[in-house]
């Protein structure tokens, strides 16, 4: 059983900082890529930043200059650096990671079960 397992949402002010964090458990190995994508209510789900194993990042647009992707990748872990938050990031954050099954083999994508990040006064 594979798991990503999420932590650090809650409720912050317009323009504070939050850190995500999200940590791979279970039968996958050879994470390649891991990121963070985000759904507002009534709206579809979207890329917040996605980071390559080799350390090789992306960001939407509407967060680049104020969040900051970064891994471990001893720890199979990933974390999201949110600064000057705004209401309109206001999501819930789910955790993503694409690596290989290391029981049944082949490419496997994993999501975890999304942390509610609220940004209101």
């Known amino acids: 059983q594979v798991q990503l397992v999420e932590s650090g949402g809650g409720l912050v002010q317009p323009g504070g900082s939050l850190r995500l964090s999200c940590a791979a458990s279970?039968?996958?190995?050879?994470?390649?890529?891991m990121g963070w994508y985000r759904q507002a209510p009534g709206k579809q789900r979207e890329l917040a930043a996605t980071i390559t194993s080799g350390g090789g990042t992306r960001y939407a647009d509407s967060v680049k200059g104020r969040f900051t992707i970064s891994r471990d990748n001893a720890k199979n872990a990933v974390y999201l650096q949110m600064n000057s938050l705004k209401p309109e990031d206001t999501a819930i954050y789910y955790c993503n990671a694409v690596g290989s099954d290391q029981i049944k083999g082949g490419s496997l994508e994993v999501w975890g079960q999304g942390t509610l990040v609220t940004v209101s006064s």
């Open positions: 279970g039968s996958i190995v050879n994470i390649y890529l």
